[in-house]
Structures are given as structure tokens and as C-alpha cells.
């Protein structure tokens, strides 16, 4: 792997135009195998964890009417809303692949390791990426706003429900980016993501939906997302095969999803996320609450807190960043039990 990295002639352009765009072997095979660590660590801590999901329970739970769904100590989506959110959605149809649902796989969802994982800060603070997003965004400084896992085991028949990331965060202003990181060979038959080409250029925003579903959450004042799986026909939708070490980079605005994974392989990835000079912390209604964060920024600031590193530039090259943050999740767990 080389010490540095290039954007290539046409990436930032492709970026620009399609609002995403897929880069080859940025990752090295260290970062990869400490990304694969994570995220085995978070399938094993699954039902104890609060904030590990399996969405591919919670889906089936919700699709085949059970009286009540559970999610083991999850706490930070409340799941019984979330079905009760579908039950009474006219429009909310099961986005499931076909087959035999009790041949089921998992769906891992969980949030945050850089707080307690050195191996996520190495691959989101000290890798190539931070250089080559503030290249995508023109950015004079980027800042880390947090990584989500989405692995689908093999015979995972939930799809991720085409959305756009923006109102899932506390944040105003649109220079912010997220990099999907395969880490395991991706293509359409395990759940490579897809995208529609050219959304982050539309104007509206769209309220967060509930991922298993395109049900939204009523606090949004954003409108639903277009139904882009049920009228795959009249969008733009883009998908990269990808091996480990590869980058999906999206806007976002970029409006996206994936489908169940109907292979025999696993298709693990993590997501890092990443913001410019201008955004600006807001507390979005409808936004996901972030865990183990500080709230010490109010509307209107900019994302100057522990719990925003900013990642680049760099006073030196060479620094490594990740061994200046200490690990904050436990601290944190802590003070907000005892606030
Ligand atoms: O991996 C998936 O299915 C969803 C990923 C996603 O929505 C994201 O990275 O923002």
C-alpha cells in the first residue's frame, strides 16, 4: 500500500455529478482485519449490547405480526414503536428477499466503536481517507462524525429501505460525506449498495425511515423518501462490486439502500462518516440520537467537541490521531448514568 493516496482525474467529477463514487484499495489489509475484529466483537455482544441490532429479527418479528418485538437490551431505537410505526402504515410493505423466511440470517446494526476501539480510529483518523474526503468535499477541515456497522450474514432476506442520510444526523448543511466500507468481496446477489445517481443534487430532504421499512418517524418535519424500490424503473440506480479495501464514497444527500444478501458468504461492512468547515451542529427533529456523546454543542456551532475529532489536516503527517483519544465509551456510559 502506498503512503499516500491520490483522487484520480474523474473522481472528484463523478463525485460531483452522481453524488457517489467508488475507490479502489484504499483500505490496507491491517485496517480491514481490525475493521472485521469490530465488527465480530459487536455480532458477539448482540442482545446484551445497547446499541447492537439484529434487523433481520426485528424485521421478521414485525413482518410475520408477533404480538410485541424484542431486541435484547437494545435501547437506542424503541422496536415496539418501530412495528406499531408499520402497523398503521397504509403504504409499509415487508422489504424482504423471497424465500423461506425461517432459513434466516442476521442483520448487525450497531454504532460508535471508536470510542472504545483503536482499530476503527486507526482506519477513520489515520488512514488515507481523511486526505482524500477533504479532497472530495474541498473541505479546510474535516471532523469525525461516527461510524455504523451493517453486516448481512448469508441468508439475510431483509433489505436496507432506500434512504437519505441527512436527517438522520444533528447536523445543518450538506459538506458532509460517508465512506461504506465492504469487508468482504460485495455484489448485487450478497447486498452491495445501490445508489441513485444524481440525488444529492435534488432539493428536498427526507425524513429518516425505520430502515426495515419506509416508514418514517412522525417527529420529522421531512417528507417520506420516493418509493425507489417499488419503481426501480424510473430512477438512476448505480451499484460498485467491491472487494476489501475499497471505498464507496456517498453525499449525503445521495439517496440509497441495499438488498438482503442471498449468497452463502458473509457481507460485513462499516460505515464512516464525515463532516466539513460548514456544517453546523443542530438538533434535527426526527434525527437518531447519537450515543455516548456530550450534547455540550448547542444549534449553530461548529462541531468542536470530543466527540467530533477533527481529522484533518493534520499538524503533522504522520501524526497518529488515534492514539490521542483516549477510550471515552465507558466515561461516557457512566456520566450520563449518573446525570
Ligand atoms: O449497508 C447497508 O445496507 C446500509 C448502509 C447505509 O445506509 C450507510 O452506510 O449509510
Not at 65 to 75: C, I, P, R
Not at 145 to 165: G, L, S
Request: with cysteine.
Amino acid at each position: 500500500m502506498p503512503t499516500s493516496i491520490e483522487l484520480k482525474d474523474g473522481d472528484k467529477t463523478a463525485f460531483e455529478r452522481d453524488g457517489v463514487v467508488c475507490l479502489r484499495n484504499v483500505i490496507d489489509h491491517d485496517g480491514v482485519e481490525a475493521l472485521r475484529k469490530t465488527v465480530e466483537r459487536q455480532r458477539l455482544s448482540l442482545g446484551r449490547s445497547h446499541t447492537a441490532y439484529d434487523f433481520e429479527s426485528v424485521g421478521h418479528q414485525i413482518w410475520d405480526g408477533h404480538d410485541s418485538v424484542t431486541s435484547g437490551e437494545a435501547d437506542r431505537f424503541d422496536v415496539s414503536r418501530m412495528k406499531s410505526l408499520i402497523d398503521t402504515d397504509m403504504a409499509a410493505r415487508p422489504l424482504l428477499e423471497t424465500g423461506d423466511r425461517r432459513d434466516s440470517g442476521q442483520f448487525l446494526y450497531d454504532v460508535a466503536a471508536w470510542k472504545s476501539d483503536i482499530g476503527v480510529r486507526r482506519v477513520a483518523f489515520d488512514s488515507h481517507l481523511p486526505a482524500l474526503i477533504s479532497g472530495l468535499l474541498d473541505a479546510e477541515y474535516l471532523c469525525f462524525w461516527e461510524d455504523t456497522t451493517f453486516c448481512k450474514a448469508p441468508n439475510t432476506k431483509q433489505k436496507t429501505a432506500f434512504h437519505q442520510d441527512l436527517a438522520y444526523f444533528q447536523i445543518d448543511g450538506d459538506q458532509c460525506i460517508i465512506v461504506w466500507i465492504p469487508l468482504d468481496v460485495v455484489s448485487r446477489k450478497n447486498g452491495a449498495m445501490e445508489y441513485v445517481r444524481g440525488s444529492h443534487l435534488w432539493d428536498d430532504i427526507y425524513a429518516p425511515n425505520v430502515l426495515v421499512s419506509q416508514s418514517t418517524l412522525p417527529e420529522s418535519p421531512h417528507p417520506r423518501c420516493p418509493d425507489m424500490e417499488g419503481e426501480r424503473c424510473r430512477y438512476d440506480i448505480v451499484s460498485f462490486d467491491g472487494e476489501p479495501g475499497d471505498v464507496i464514497i456517498h453525499h449525503v444527500k445521495t439517496v440509497h439502500g441495499s438488498g438482503g444478501n442471498m449468497s452463502s458468504r458473509p457481507r460485513r461492512a462499516m460505515s464512516l462518516r464525515y463532516c466539513g468547515e460548514k456544517v453546523r451542529y443542530f438538533d434535527r427533529p426526527g434525527a437518531i440520537k447519537q450515543v455516548n456523546v456530550r450534547r455540550d454543542l448547542k444549534d449553530g456551532d461548529r462541531l468542536f467537541s470530543l466527540d467530533y475529532p477533527i481529522v484533518w489536516p493534520k499538524p503533522w503527517p504522520g501524526l497518529a490521531l488515534a492514539e490521542l483519544y483516549p477510550d471515552q465509551a465507558q466515561a461516557l456510559t457512566q456520566q450520563s448514568a449518573a446525570a
